[in-house]
């Protein structure tokens, strides 16, 4: 089973700051089964991106992701109000489809 | 417009079954993997499972907390996924998501996700 370890754990940033979230892997992890999602409270997730660095439909471009093999980083460039939410990683190249902890990031 | 909408969910015993529904719409659902994905109460994401569709071999795999107790089907022809949960335990409660798979071009990702309905099991 792939692990997948998210930092940190939680994350206090104000509107306007850049938030960067790490997800490691616990085995090499290809890019093309690697996805970020966005899961405010009571909702279900959203895909925010795809292929460790494409956006999904309807995301905007302050997210962005990158990364290969173990490490990946979902980056917000500058936070808005609405980005406040939990980040999931998920790997879909062996099952279980693992997803990470999650990262919650809140209003500083 | 892309849709999955989940049923079936409620209150069940320990030892007892449930079997919930995905309904879909919107696009060729044997084009489409779909997986099931569930959240306990205040925690993360758990992926239970997933079936692939037809074109892709309609392989089907489990997660270890769940395998030899839940199944996965389909029914192509009326775009509708179930999950069969036997054998129920306490750590099964949880809010229970049905998704979509995407094979997009060299990609496979989950893109859309079902509102998601709640399995209690408690006495």
């Given at each position: 089973e792939v692990v997948l370890t998210q930092s940190p754990g939680t994350l206090s940033l104000s509107p306007g700051e850049r938030a960067t979230l790490s997800c490691r892997a616990s085995q090499t992890?290809?890019?093309?089964?690697?996805?970020?999602?966005?899961?405010?409270?009571?909702?279900?997730?959203?895909?925010?991106?795809?292929?460790?660095?494409?956006?999904?439909?309807?995301?905007?471009?302050?997210f962005s992701g990158s990364g290969s093999g173990t490490d990946f980083t979902?980056?917000?460039?500058?936070?808005?109000?609405?980005?406040?939410?939990?980040?999931?990683?998920?790997?879909?190249?062996?099952?279980?489809?693992?997803?990470?902890q999650g990262t919650k990031l809140e209003i500083k | 417009?892309?849709?999955?909408?989940?049923?079936?969910?409620?209150?069940?015993?320990?030892?007892?079954?449930?079997?919930?529904?995905?309904?879909?719409s919107g696009f060729i659902f044997g084009d489409y993997a779909v997986s099931w994905v569930r959240q306990a109460p205040g925690k993360g994401l758990e992926w239970v499972g997933f079936m692939r569709g037809k074109a892709h071999g309609?392989?089907?795999?489990?997660?270890?907390?769940?395998?030899?107790?839940?199944?996965?089907?389909?029914?192509?022809?009326?775009?509708?996924?179930?999950l069969q949960m036997d054998s129920l335990k306490t750590e099964d409660t949880a809010v229970y998501f049905c998704t979509r798979g995407n094979y997009d071009r060299a990609f496979y990702y989950t893109d859309?996700?079902?509102?998601?309905?709640?399995?209690?099991?408690?006495?």
């Amino acid at each position: 089973e792939v692990v997948l370890t998210q930092s940190p754990g939680t994350l206090s940033l104000s509107p306007g700051e850049r938030a960067t979230l790490s997800c490691r892997a616990s085995q090499t992890v290809q890019t093309e089964n690697f996805a970020w999602y966005q899961q405010k409270f009571g909702r279900a997730p959203r895909l925010l991106i795809f292929g460790a660095s494409n956006r999904a439909t309807g995301i905007p471009d302050r997210f962005s992701g990158s990364g290969s093999g173990t490490d990946f980083t979902l980056t917000i460039s500058r936070l808005e109000p609405e980005d406040f939410a939990v980040y999931y990683c998920q790997q879909s190249v062996l099952a279980p489809h693992t997803f990470g902890q999650g990262t919650k990031l809140e209003i500083k | 417009e892309v849709q999955l909408v989940e049923s079936g969910g409620g209150l069940v015993q320990p030892g007892r079954s449930l079997r919930l529904s995905c309904t879909t719409s919107g696009f060729i659902f044997g084009d489409y993997a779909v997986s099931w994905v569930r959240q306990a109460p205040g925690k993360g994401l758990e992926w239970v499972g997933f079936m692939r569709g037809k074109a892709h071999g309609g392989a089907i795999e489990y997660a270890p907390s769940v395998n030899g107790r839940f199944s996965i089907s389909r029914d192509d022809s009326k775009s509708i996924a179930y999950l069969q949960m036997d054998s129920l335990k306490t750590e099964d409660t949880a809010v229970y998501f049905c998704t979509r798979g995407n094979y997009d071009r060299a990609f496979y990702y989950t893109d859309y996700w079902g509102p998601g309905t709640l399995v209690t099991v408690s006495t």
